[in-house]
């Protein structure tokens, strides 16, 4: 099981904490993707003395060390550091694999830190299995295949991380225990509904219990997100600027003028100025080309 994921930061709460991701990681510590297969969510811990979530992410900003998460979770922060699409290097080695499945490419990775004398808090394990809780949603990985797609460090490779959560395995069946609760407790959940309009009921293209889910949906057929009870939830924003009086154009591709005729070639590489403008009629470059468009075939510059 694996799912294609293109959502880059996710922009849902996760036990109550506002996931930030204005300290992005190194581009030297990750693979970049337009989207990738995902299958696998793997837990880490940071195994300092004493650190924050935001103390690691600033780490990974200012230093090019090939290394990477997507997420540091602390008792009241969560930072994400990597977009989910891209790929963090987190469980590889040179060494063996013990795992026949699991690697970078095909996971994703949370991070937990250690402010109690490298010992993760109670606090950071809970936020951490709401987050691990809410990946597994994005990857439909269901209560009952928990044990197979949630692994530890320690699974993949063999490195003894999560430290607690490999001397302890009581300590990793009850985290695991933690985030199958989560996924069980949200079995009747929202759905979110992608169309034009709530109304228009036939535009439906997809139905979808994580938002982040929808809104990938939307933003590829351009249409707007609703939960369960018909609001708006994500609206499908038109990025193309208007055309008005005076603004610098380029000509789509390929494009007639108004009157249906076509235009020499060299005419859709140049930027011209709209001179005059009437409804839906814009007349470019008088002293020049002198040659009206329609305004859907104009791309503002
Ligand atoms: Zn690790």
């Known amino acids: 099981m694996s799912k294609s994921i293109s959502t880059g930061y996710i922009s849902t709460k996760i036990n109550g904490i506002a996931v930030k991701a204005n300290i992005k990681s190194h581009s030297g510590n990750y693979d970049n993707e ?15 003395k004493d650190d924050t979530a935001m103390n690691n992410a600033k780490f990974f900003n200012t230093n090019d060390v090939n290394v990477s998460a997507h997420f ?22 040179k ?43 994005i990857l439909n990985i269901k209560a009952s295949e928990v044990d197979t797609y949630v692994l530890r460090h320690y699974d993949v490779t063999h490195k003894k991380c999560p430290a607690q959560m490999v001397d302890n395995a009581d300590e ?42 929808a809104i990938a949906q939307a933003q590829e057929d351009k249409l707007n997100v609703y939960d369960s009870s018909g609001k708006e939830v994500y609206t499908y924003k038109v990025t193309t600027k208007a055309v008005t009086k005076g603004c610098k154009v380029k000509i789509k591709k390929g494009a007639k003028d ?8 060299f005419v859709y590489n140049n930027v011209y100025k709209v001179d005059e403008l009437n409804g839906k009629r814009a007349v470019l470059d008088k002293k ?14």
């Open 258 to 265: 108004y009157n249906g005729q076509k235009v020499a070639s």
């Open 172 to 213: 990793w069946e009850s985290f695991k225990a933690t985030v199958k609760n989560i996924l069980k407790s949200k079995e009747k959940k929202e759905v979110y509904r992608v169309r034009k309009s709530w109304e228009e009921e036939e535009s439906q293209t997809g139905a979808f219990s994580v938002l982040d889910n």
């Open 95 to 137: 060494g063996k694999y013990y795992h026949s499945k699991c690697r970078n490419e095909n996971s994703f990775a949370i991070e937990m830190t250690t402010a109690g004398n490298y010992k993760i808090s109670a606090k950071t394990i809970e936020n951490s299995a709401y987050l691990c809780a809410y990946l597994c949603e």
């Open 34 to 48: 337009a989207k990738r297969n995902v299958s696998y969510i793997v837990m880490h811990y940071t195994g300092n």
């Open 288 to 301: 020049g080309i002198c040659t009206a468009f329609h305004i859907d075939n104009l791309i503002v510059q």
């Open 72 to 93: 540091f979770v602390d008792e009241t922060n969560i930072y994400q550091s990597v977009e989910l699409r891209d790929e963090a290097w987190h469980c590889g080695t």
